[in-house]
């Protein structure tokens, strides 16, 4: 088996298309591991994984928890809430500390975007990043494709459209990077004030009609609009968010096409997305969090081979 050509996975900018298909290859084996009876192996028995989460997550947290067990890594947790952080102690001696008591990984959430990349010049461990901010969060984006490929067998020349809050996700941008690598043609879809200008440089088309970008598309990305990350209103109401770019299912059943609804999760239902679309049979959204177990085994499990040499 080949190797990264990354020690830390920072964000998709930083990885290559050999990257990617490693990385699903490898995912494609721990896919089959977690759906035996017994869904461990015992590679990483000699590795310790503290996963930092300096902002709040349930389904990353776990699911990065679960690919580690699987793994037979040793692992710690860590939440800003209640840590030191909260008496004024810097990141960089805050995972000193941790990583003074023989911590090999380290994964990564938090508020500031950077954070993963600045942590990575100054301490010794292979950082993964979890979420850094608006910035990225690599491994949504790589079990999106992942998923993506899964289903409609593979991501090249695929039509995706990636609909909501382009501006403040990290989601959009780490799957922009992802599907670009990939060969797959992207649009994005929202509210003018929530696509960044010049989002066009990145090779991808902006529309603002949503019924447009989904005949064209055969796979929809819905995103969940940040409001945590919004210091002022970016639309008029979350009502007329809905009305314009809600997917429902009589848009949805109204369009001469079957198209494939995905969603990072956590999904505010009646918002970017009704129940009745995310619970049909065109959602794979419980599929992307399954993938996104044996996605990490992956990521993991290919880091820690590069610290083992
Ligand atoms: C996303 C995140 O945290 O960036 N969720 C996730 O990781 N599953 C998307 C979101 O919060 O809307």
């Not at 995912?27 to 000699?46: C, G, W």
């Not at 809905?242 to 918002?271: A, W, Y």
Request: hydrophobic share 40%; charged share 25%.
């Amino acid at each position: 088996m080949g190797e990264l050509s990354v020690n830390h996975l920072l964000g998709i900018k930083y990885i290559t298309k050999e990257d990617v298909d490693l990385i699903f290859k490898t995912a494609d084996h721990f896919k089959e591991v977690i759906n035996r009876p017994i869904k461990k192996v015992p590679s990483l028995r000699d590795i310790t994984i503290a996963n930092l989460f300096f902002e709040n997550s349930t389904r990353t947290r776990l699911s990065f928890e679960l690919a580690e067990k699987r793994l037979s890594a040793d692992v710690v947790n860590f939440s800003a809430a209640s840590s030191s952080v909260k008496k004024g102690e810097t990141l960089i001696d805050t995972v000193n500390n941790i990583l003074s008591m023989k911590v090999d990984m380290v994964v990564m959430r938090h508020p500031n975007p950077g954070a993963g990349v600045f942590l990575s010049q100054h301490v010794n461990a292979s950082i993964v990043n979890a979420g850094d901010g608006a910035h990225e969060h690599p491994t949504q984006a790589l079990l999106d494709s992942y998923s993506i490929r899964e289903k409609l067998g593979e991501v090249t020349g695929k039509n995706v459209v990636i609909v909501g809050d382009i501006l403040h996700s990290r989601v959009a941008l780490s799957n922009i990077f992802a599907l670009k690598l990939q060969g797959a043609n992207v649009k994005v879809c929202g509210p003018k004030t929530l696509i960044p200008k010049h989002i066009e440089k990145l090779g991808v088309e902006v529309e603002t009609n949503l019924r447009k970008a989904l005949e064209w598309c055969d796979v929809a990305n819905m995103l969940r609009v940040q409001n945590e990350r919004m210091d002022i209103s970016y639309f008029p109401s979350t009502r007329e968010y809905v009305q314009q770019f809600g997917l429902n299912k009589d848009l949805l059943g109204s369009l001469n096409k079957e198209i494939t609804i995905m969603h990072p999760g956590p999904i505010n239902r009646g918002v970017e997305i009704t129940s009745d679309v995310a619970d049909s049979d065109h959602a794979i959204i419980l599929d992307q969090v399954q993938n996104g177990v044996a996605v990490r085994m992956a990521v993991i499990y290919l880091l820690a081979s590069k610290i083992k040499q």
